[in-house]
């Protein structure tokens, strides 16, 4: 074969592996799975929805600014309805609003009137509650013993849930 012809062949095959080696073949990212966030933007009480793990729960605040009163109700991971537990399993219920100076701490007790298969109800007041604003803060509590902590953002869009009405 001529040289001619031998040599820019032989060139191709070169700068071709070449470049070959030093290209990744790079994997497109997982698509997200159908788990994230498969929940209402709302709780059954029209609160807002916080959630508790890895979806394992969720909390959703309701505010009623006449009584100065929050109800929180515990949901189950689907954020529709109460989780497949006692109202004495959920202890330690705190809700911290943060954008109110100082910020408010406020004890939620275990409310059994409100409690139904739409959600385990724990009620607590505050002054600040009285206020008409989108609250920002966080829900903690322990169930069975096990620690949990979420945070929430009421929406400008957001009415609010007034407890007690569905």
């Known amino acids: 074969m001529p040289r001619w012809i031998v040599m ?13 080696i030093g290209c990744k073949v790079r994997k497109p990212p997982p698509p997200p799975t159908a788990k994230a966030h498969a929940h209402p933007d709302h709780g059954p009480h029209g609160g807002t929805l916080i959630e508790w793990g890895d979806e394992e ?41 943060k ?4 910020p408010a701490r406020i004890e939620l007790k275990p409310d059994p ?26 829900l903690s509590g322990k169930v069975k013993g096990k620690p949990y902590v979420g945070d ?8 609010h849930a007034h407890p ?3």
């Open 57 to 97: 729960y969720h909390g959703e605040f309701t505010v009623d600014h006449e009584k100065k009163e929050t109800v929180v109700y515990i949901l189950d991971g689907s954020a529709t309805k109460a989780p497949n537990l006692k109202l004495e399993d959920v202890t330690e219920m705190v809700v911290v609003l």
């Open 8 to 20: 820019p062949l032989l060139v191709g095959v070169v700068v071709h592996s070449v470049f070959a």
């Open 152 to 159: 929430f953002a009421e929406k400008a869009d957001h009415k």
């Open 164 to 166: 007690g009405k569905p």
């Open 99 to 102: 954008n109110v100076s100082p």
């Open 113 to 138: 009137q409100r409690t139904s298969d739409r959600g385990l109800a724990f009620v607590g007041t505050h002054e600040a509650l009285g206020q008409e604003m989108e609250f920002r803060g966080e």
